[in-house]
């Protein structure tokens, strides 16, 4: 409803039902990117926004789970009980992640009401904060050397898949031991990965960058992913060794490379 709310410039729905939230953006914004609306749209007549969140600086994402609410700014992240008589449950203060393109905001809920788990960028370069419950001190996973680009918990929340903002490695974690499981490579040259996403039953990872290429990685059967040629000449040294051992996506698919693009499994 332009006349509403104007232009927007994000938009999430909870899971599929009537309520979504919206920040101004765009050419015409009725409201600052500042706040954050929720709009019932199963609500009658034309005053569909329902609560209004207001934050000190612009709103870079919005993530929505049935009971919580994650609000994204460049350094800080709150959270609020989601959507009857919502409440601060707490707030951490992050790395910068000034990213004004999607997926601006680093940061991913788990959508399982099984698992109360929330990753975003620590404060450390390169590093995951982990916070398994709504009480729970974050821990630190030091993922990358680099910043953070990407971020996908899979559907139960039990692996975390991120990249850098170089996109060439992508790397999945055990959200419980916080140990490594995997590492893949995207490609050599540096790119910006638009999406990560995991398959609903975890045995695939698909990844969209702006080189105008998706790749499909087999997380379950690794022998479907493809290796270096070099793997099979034997030992090598440590400056190839990294390379020589990581592995390549088993199918990559070509997409428009214009624009940042959303990337999902089907179920």
């Given at each position: 409803?332009?006349?509403?709310?104007?232009?927007?410039?994000?938009?999430?729905?909870?899971?599929?039902?009537?309520?979504?939230?919206l920040?101004?953006?765009?050419?015409?914004p009725?409201?600052?990117?500042?706040?954050?609306?929720?709009?019932?749209?199963?609500r009658e007549?034309?005053?569909?926004?329902?609560?209004?969140?207001t934050?000190?600086?612009?709103?870079?994402?919005?993530?929505?789970?049935?009971?919580?609410?994650?609000?994204?700014?460049?350094?800080?992240?709150?959270?609020?009980?989601?959507?009857?008589?919502?409440?601060?449950?707490?707030?951490?203060?992050?790395?910068?992640?000034?990213?004004?393109?999607?997926?601006?905001?680093?940061?991913?809920?788990?959508?399982?009401?099984?698992?109360?788990?929330?990753?975003?960028?620590?404060?450390?370069?390169?590093?995951?904060?982990?916070?398994?419950?709504?009480?729970?001190?974050?821990?630190?996973?030091?993922?990358?050397?680099?910043e953070?680009g990407?971020?996908?918990?899979?559907?139960?929340?039990?692996?975390?898949?991120?990249?850098s903002?170089?996109?060439t490695?992508?790397?999945v974690?055990?959200?419980?031991?916080?140990?490594?499981?995997?590492?893949?490579?995207?490609?050599?040259?540096?790119?910006?990965?638009?999406?990560?996403?995991?398959s609903?039953?975890?045995?695939?990872?698909?990844?969209?960058?702006?080189?105008?290429?998706?790749?499909?990685?087999?997380?379950?059967?690794?022998r479907?992913?493809?290796?270096s040629a070099?793997?099979?000449v034997?030992k090598?040294?440590?400056?190839?060794?990294?390379?020589?051992?990581?592995?390549?996506?088993?199918?990559?698919?070509?997409?428009?490379?214009?624009?940042?693009?959303?990337c999902?499994?089907?179920?």
């Amino acid at each position: 409803d332009a006349e509403q709310v104007g232009s927007v410039g994000l938009a999430e729905m909870l899971n599929r039902s009537n309520l979504l939230a919206l920040v101004g953006g765009g050419s015409h914004p009725k409201f600052s990117d500042v706040s954050v609306l929720i709009w019932d749209d199963a609500r009658e007549g034309k005053d569909k926004v329902v609560l209004e969140f207001t934050f000190p600086k612009p709103v870079l994402a919005v993530r929505l789970r049935t009971d919580k609410l994650v609000v994204v700014l460049q350094s800080r992240l709150y959270v609020f009980s989601f959507p009857h008589n919502p409440t601060k449950l707490f707030e951490f203060d992050t790395r910068d992640n000034p990213k004004a393109v999607p997926p601006a905001g680093v940061v991913e809920l788990c959508p399982s009401l099984d698992k109360a788990l929330l990753v975003f960028p620590g404060h450390k370069c390169g590093s995951l904060q982990l916070v398994p419950g709504t009480s729970s001190a974050p821990v630190t996973i030091n993922a990358h050397q680099s910043e953070l680009g990407a971020l996908a918990l899979s559907p139960p929340g039990t692996s975390v898949a991120s990249a850098s903002a170089r996109g060439t490695l992508i790397r999945v974690f055990c959200t419980h031991s916080r140990q490594r499981l995997l590492e893949l490579r995207r490609g050599t040259d540096p790119a910006t990965l638009h999406c990560l996403s995991f398959s609903a039953d975890c045995s695939f990872l698909v990844a969209a960058s702006d080189k105008g290429t998706g790749h499909i990685f087999a997380l379950r059967d690794t022998r479907l992913n493809r290796r270096s040629a070099l793997a099979r000449v034997g030992k090598v040294g440590p400056v190839l060794g990294p390379y020589v051992e990581s592995q390549w996506s088993l199918a990559s698919f070509a997409l428009p490379a214009e624009a940042p693009l959303l990337c999902a499994f089907g179920r």
